[in-house]
Nanobody
Framework: QVQLVQSGGGLVQPGGSLTLSCAASGITLADYAIGWFRQAPGKEREGVSC???????YYSEFVKDRFTVFSDNAENTLYLQMNNLKPEDTAVYYC?????????????????????RGKGTLVTVSS
């Protein structure tokens, strides 16, 4: 049984930092394209960041230069380091893995179609 177990969300003030983690079991993340997408209140799902199967990292224009995606193969865990958080970053964040690939500019339905997804973790940026 495949599981992506997320942790690390919470409340943070604007300008603060959080690190999300996504621990995988039942699959080896190094064999998949892996990444993060989010859904803000009242908005559609959107890509945040991903690592393709060849190891290239991509970021949406909204988070580039503030967020860093990385994985630890020994721990089979994906991370998202988020710095200089803004209120508009408030959303439920999901990790996902796909056998084929990943993108940060997919249509909302794209993220639902990825092979495996975590259950989501809420990040609230507010003073």
């Amino acid at each position: 049984q495949v599981q992506l177990v997320q942790s690390g969300g919470g409340l943070v003030q604007p300008g603060g930092s959080l690190t999300l983690s996504c621990a995988a079991s039942g699959i080896t993340l190094a064999d998949y394209a892996i990444g993060w997408f989010r859904q803000a209140p009242g908005k559609e799902r959107e890509g945040v960041s991903c690592i393709t199967k060849d190891g290239s990292s991509y970021y949406s224009e909204f988070v580039k230069d503030r967020f860093t995606v990385f994985s630890d193969n020994a721990e089979n865990t994906l991370y998202l380091q988020m710095n200089n958080l803004k209120p508009e970053d408030t959303a439920v964040y999901y990790c996902a893995a796909d056998r084929v690939g990943c993108t940060v500019v997919g249509e909302p339905d794209y993220y639902d179609a990825m092979n495996f997804r975590g259950k989501g973790t809420l990040v609230t940026v507010s003073s």
